[in-house]
C-alpha cells in the first residue's frame, strides 16, 4: 500500500485516508488503473 500510495496509484478516500477494508466501487477501479497507466 505504502509503494502504492508513494507511486500515486492509490490516493486514498477525499480525506486522504486509505480503507483496506472497504469494498472499491467501479469508479474507483478505473480511477486506479488510469493512475497506474499514467505512472508507466
Known amino acids: 500500500?505504502?509503494?502504492a500510495v508513494?507511486?500515486?496509484v492509490f490516493n486514498g478516500n477525499g480525506q486522504?485516508?486509505?480503507e483496506?477494508?472497504?469494498?472499491?466501487?467501479r469508479s474507483e477501479l478505473c480511477a486506479v488503473l488510469?493512475?497506474?497507466?499514467?505512472?508507466e
Open 6 to 8: 508513494a507511486e500515486g
Open 20 to 25: 483496506p477494508g472497504r469494498a472499491i466501487a
Open 34 to 39: 488510469m493512475n497506474w497507466e499514467a505512472r
Open 16 to 18: 486522504g485516508l486509505l
Open 1 to 3: 500500500m505504502s509503494w
